[in-house]
């Protein structure tokens, strides 16, 4: 078992940026291809971003491409989320995943990962 813990979440105002972490343990993180998803009030759970284990590739939705920016620091046990430009409508709570997998690519949906975290809420001013 995984545990995760995200944190960096706040209010800004639009335009401005924050940066999330997801502190792993429990397990070798290495082993595990990371994700970042999101949920705002009324709505379903939303994928954001997607990194594989060594941190060689990536994938975004289209409504962050080029504004965020997902990395890891194995030696840390931690995934990042840059959020820069940020907008009103990116509000939501934001829940980082971990999915153990055998190669080198990204899981991008919400169904194939195991490990969840408790979220971290992120408000946008406009």
């Known amino acids: 078992q995984v545990q995760l813990v995200e944190s960096g979440g706040g209010l800004v105002q639009a335009g401005g940026s924050l940066r999330l972490s997801c502190a792993a343990s429990?397990?070798?993180?290495?082993?595990?291809?990371m994700g970042w998803f999101r949920q705002a009030p009324g709505k379903e759970r939303e994928f954001v971003a997607a990194?594989?284990?060594?941190?060689?590739?990536?994938y975004y939705a289209d409504s962050v491409k080029g504004r965020f920016t997902i990395s890891r620091d194995n030696a840390k046990n931690t995934v990042y989320l840059q959020m820069d430009s940020l907008k009103p409508e990116d509000t939501a709570n934001y829940y980082c995943?971990?999915?153990?997998?055998?190669?080198?690519?990204?899981?991008?949906?919400?169904?194939?990962?195991?490990?969840w975290g408790q979220g971290t809420q992120v408000t946008v001013s406009s």
């Open positions: 429990g397990r070798t993180f290495s082993n595990y291809a």
């Open positions: 995943a971990a999915e153990y997998v055998p190669g080198a690519g990204v899981v991008v949906t919400l169904s194939q990962y195991d490990h």
């Open positions: 990194i594989n284990r060594s941190g060689g590739s990536t």
